[in-house]
Nanobody, 125 residues
């Protein structure tokens, strides 16, 4: 059973940057596909970005392309999300998720069985 713990969430002003981290434990090998999702109040949870095992394949939601970068440090069982040029609409709870199957070209929440409890990102304008 994979345990995922997110950190790095904070309150920042629009235009600022944040780096989220996700530490994975309880695993024998790092999941093939890791991802970040977010959920704003009153909205459904949406996919932000995913990354494959070797980091060679990444997928991003259109709303964050060019601003967010997903990466992973397999040796440390850690996933990252570097967020720049933050906007008020990026305000949400951010969740880390994993699956042992390959990443898909579309970021589909239901394909990820393991989830962290989230870290809050608040962007003020």
């Amino acid at each position: 059973q994979v345990q995922l713990v997110e950190s790095g969430g904070s309150s920042v002003q629009a235009g600022g940057s944040l780096r989220l981290s996700c530490a994975a434990s309880g695993i024998t090998y790092f999941p093939a596909c890791m991802g970040w999702f977010r959920q704003a109040p009153g909205k459904e949870r949406e996919g932000v970005a995913t990354i494959s095992t070797g980091g060679g394949s990444t997928f991003y939601a259109d709303s964050v392309k060019g601003r967010f970068t997903i990466s992973r440090a397999n040796a440390k069982n850690t996933l990252f999300l570097q967020m720049t040029s933050l906007k008020s609409e990026d305000t949400a709870m951010y969740y880390c998720a994993s699956r042992y199957g390959d990443c898909m070209t579309t970021i589909t929440r239901t394909l990820f069985p393991s989830w962290g409890k989230g870290t809050q990102v608040t962007v003020s304008s």
